[in-house]
């Protein structure tokens, strides 16, 4: 009986499993890739809102503090959503015809509040608390970038664990003096300079650094 398959069709057949397993392989990087990409986490892609709130006018022409809108930063785990009399206590008597907070009037109006667009999520296995971090003296910016420059929000980091933990690990690194965690145009020193101050900071402040990396102080 004569043969069905020629000599190097095990060739051919070994060479077809090894290109379908690198394949895949590839496959599978170029997916862990893409989800780790900053698109998939829509890094720095401002986020539509329903009011083009500017914090580029805000924050930095008119020099409004953060406090001003977000009450809640220092005293609790969040920072909260400004209602809408916080917005209307200008609002009522500036730019008051204008197109663009129409939807802000309309929630003065009706007691329904603007539906705003969250930009920076967390799992919710992650417990952050905002209070805890600016006591410590971490800045605004040191999370949410030059935010007095953006026109529309857009999230300024990924907020990956490994990048929380380059923070936890060594916060003399990154810690500034608390009437500075507001200051938008706040200037790091040199890293010599730096790392002195931060030290100095951790003993004044009370940073417990050896429990920083302890897994229940994010995931509770």
């Known amino acids: ?14 060479l077809s499993i090894f290109g379908g397993i690198l394949l ?3 496959l599978i990087l170029i997916i862990g890739v893409f989800f780790r990409s900053d698109y998939w986490r829509q890094v720095h892609i401002a986020i539509e809102q329903p009011v083009p709130f500017s914090h580029q006018i805000h924050a ?9 809108c977000h009450t809640s930063v220092a005293q609790s785990s969040y920072a909260n959503i400004p209602p809408t009399e916080t917005c209307m206590t200008c609002h009522s ?6 197109t663009l ?4 009037r309309d929630s003065w109006a009706t007691g329904e509040p603007v539906r705003w667009v969250k930009v920076h999520h967390l799992p919710e296995f992650v417990y952050f608390n905002h209070s805890i971090h600016v006591s410590k ?30 923070c936890h690990r060594a916060p003399e690194k ?17 890293p010599a300079e730096q790392r002195a101050l931060g030290q100095q900071l951790v003993q004044e402040y009370n940073v417990n650094v050896r429990q920083l990396t302890n897994c229940a102080v994010c995931h509770r």
């Open 101 to 104: 907070l129409q939807p802000v």
């Open 60 to 68: 930095d022409q008119l020099g409004l503090d953060c406090r001003y």
């Open 1 to 14: 009986m004569g043969q069905i398959f020629r000599p190097n069709a095990n060739l051919l057949a070994r």
């Open 24 to 26: 895949l392989i590839e």
């Open 174 to 190: 990154y810690l500034r003096p608390r009437d500075e965690v507001y200051n938008m145009d706040y200037i790091a020193p040199p």
């Open 137 to 166: 003296g971490v800045g605004c910016t040191q999370c949410h970038g030059q935010v007095n420059e953006m026109p529309v929000v857009w999230k300024e980091e990924a907020l990956y664990m490994g990048w929380c933990l380059d």
């Open 93 to 98: 008597q500036i730019a008051v015809n204008s």
